[in-house]
């Protein structure tokens, strides 16, 4: 119930293409729903979150889309470039509580 | 701001030794948690503590780890004593109590033991 699944595991992208990254919760109590980006060397960053209320949220190329009956997310990179090519979590957690739960990650290659 | 500061960068230890791992959150955050990042289990929450106490250490591993919080500003994890499977990235996040729900990460600590 705690787990958030994520994939798939690994992504080769072509430059200028749609990277999508998906993933899937159980705990209904999550309200938080965050996708953080992560470079060689450095720690996670945030990239972009959303709360089950919406059904999508988009900043700039990056847009989540959340199906809440589904009890899933994704992550959708539009006109995806080489600088993109990360380690991509998404993670959850829920209202009064202050666990955030990653799921695996995803390694994105975007192809020059 | 600094960001959140962990030293050291990297650590390489022999088995049986004690490491201890150093963070420093970002003035004003409440709220400081340790993580691991391993490939096999990707990115494990340890413990976490609001405003020094420690609140759930549910993930601390074994009784070998320790993590301790003396004050606002700085906190360490111990493992004693450590073994080859510890071998990890470990990472400090803090974040505030209110407001956002955005972790601010460190660069990590990269751990061997051999």
Redesign the interface.
């Given at each position: 119930q705690q787990q958030v699944k994520q994939s798939p595991q690994s992504l080769i992208v072509q430059k200028g293409g749609i990277s999508i990254i998906n993933c899937a919760y159980e705990n209904t109590a999550f309200d938080?729903f965050?996708w953080?980006q992560q470079f060689p060397?450095?720690?996670?960053?945030?990239l972009i979150?959303i709360r089950p209320d919406v059904s999508e949220k988009k900043e700039g190329r990056f847009t989540i889309s959340f199906n809440k009956s589904a009890k899933q997310f994704s992550l959708h990179i539009m006109d995806s470039q080489p600088g993109d090519s990360a380690t991509y979590?998404c993670a959850a957690?829920y209202a009064g509580g202050?666990?955030?739960?990653?799921?695996?990650?995803t390694r994105l290659f975007v192809k020059a | 701001d600094a960001g959140v500061i962990q030293s050291p960068r990297h650590e390489v230890t022999e088995m049986g030794q004690e490491v201890t791992l150093r963070c420093k959150p970002i003035s004003g955050h409440d709220y400081l948690f340790w993580y691991r990042q391993t490939m096999m289990r990707g990115l494990e929450l340890l413990i976490y503590f609001n405003n020094n106490v420690p609140i759930d250490d549910s993930g601390m591993p074994e009784d070998r780890f320790s993590a301790k919080m003396p004050n606002a500003s700085f906190s360490t994890l111990k493992i004693q004593p450590s073994e080859p499977r510890d071998s990890a990235v470990y990472f400090c996040a803090s974040r505030t109590g209110t407001g956002s729900e955005k972790l601010f990460f460190g660069s990590g600590t990269q751990l061997s033991v051999l």
């Open positions: 938080y965050p953080y060397g450095k720690g996670p960053a945030l979150a979590f957690s202050f666990k955030t739960i990653f799921g695996a990650g | -």
